[in-house]
């Protein structure tokens, strides 16, 4: 089964072709980044204009990699949410005009869900149920999955995401913009000893708060009058913030008595937390799964990977009403979030 995947909830614009959803045939990605550094953040109206210039020629670039053409898709997924309501705009009505002339299946996926089913394009062999954290620019969820589209939801951010909070951060540092990245290459510079930045636990919750932790980064710099290492406080601010994504989500796992993390997410690419998380749950005996680094941020095989899924729970049980095939009515939702869907009393 081909998959065409198309992806613009933020600054990327992507489009895939993947076969059975484990065979990348292809994964386009355009970055915005150098139209919003200079901003320090995303503009949103930039990033509809710039999606809008060139979401054909990112198309016809997937297909030509991929070495298919329109006729040999089985279907399109398009992501529906969350993001930016103008930029899923762009690849909603993309997605929609080529379902509509090629009389294509029209899946509209969540973005976030798709960012966990990255790992099934990588691990071919990964199988639920498993605890899975998705960590990205405005997303911080703590799930166990216990089965394909069943979830439940351990904890959410209650403040900034952690991502976010790494883009601030950078931003206030005057490290430029997307900050992780920035903030993940200059911490090896530093020493993440130096400064006890708060590890911000909740006590027993699985949500998370970091808008603490960004405070206190802006009160130690301006309690040092300019006598400080930029590097010294990248590597606390990330040592700090993966101490707390590796204990909730190892203490997740251990509750939810599975062997397994899998991450998904544009912060999931820390290098930093990829090495603490394996290693702390490694003594735990939970093995840690995560995407390929092009996996993590932004893309759209991780879309067209979740449609697969889909289309296979479709093709079992037509009347399952989570689908609208070929539904040229499906809308974007920018606030859509990951919903809990399965509960253990019921099972
Ligand atoms: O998943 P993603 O590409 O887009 C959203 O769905 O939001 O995540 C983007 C976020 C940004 O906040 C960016 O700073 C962060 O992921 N990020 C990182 C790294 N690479 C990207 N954070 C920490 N370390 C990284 N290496
Ligand atoms: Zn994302």
Known sequence: MLILGIDTSCDDTSVAVVRNGTEVLSNIVSSQNVIHEKYGGIVPELACRKHLEIINFVTEKALKDAKVKFGDLDSIAVTRGPGLVGALLIGMMTAKSLAYVYNLPLLGINHLEAHIYANFLEFSSLRP?????VISGGHTDLIYFH??????ILGRTRDDAVGEAFDKV???LNLGYPGGPVIDRLSPKGD??????????LGKSFDFSFSGLKTAVVNYVSSQKGNY??????????????EVLAKKAINAAKEMKVGKIVLGGGVSANSALRKYLK???????????????????????????LGYYKMKKYYKNKK??????????LN?????KIEENFNFNET
């Open 170 to 172: 950078a931003k206030f």
């Open 129 to 133: 149920p498993f605890v899975s954290l």
């Open 320 to 329: 399952d009403r989570c689908f609208s095939l070929s539904q040229l009515d």
């Open 279 to 305: 290693a702390e749950a490694a003594k735990n005996r939970i093995k840690t799964y995560f995407p390929g680094l092009s996996l993590c941020t932004d893309n759209a095989a991780m879309i067209a990977c």
């Open 192 to 201: 993440a000893g130096k400064i006890r930045f708060p590890r911000p636990f």
């Open 147 to 152: 089965d394909f589209e069943q979830y439940k």
């Open 332 to 336: 974007v939702e920018p606030n859509l």
């Open 229 to 242: 290492s930029v590097a010294d406080i990248a590597a606390c601010f990330q040592q700090s913030v993966i």
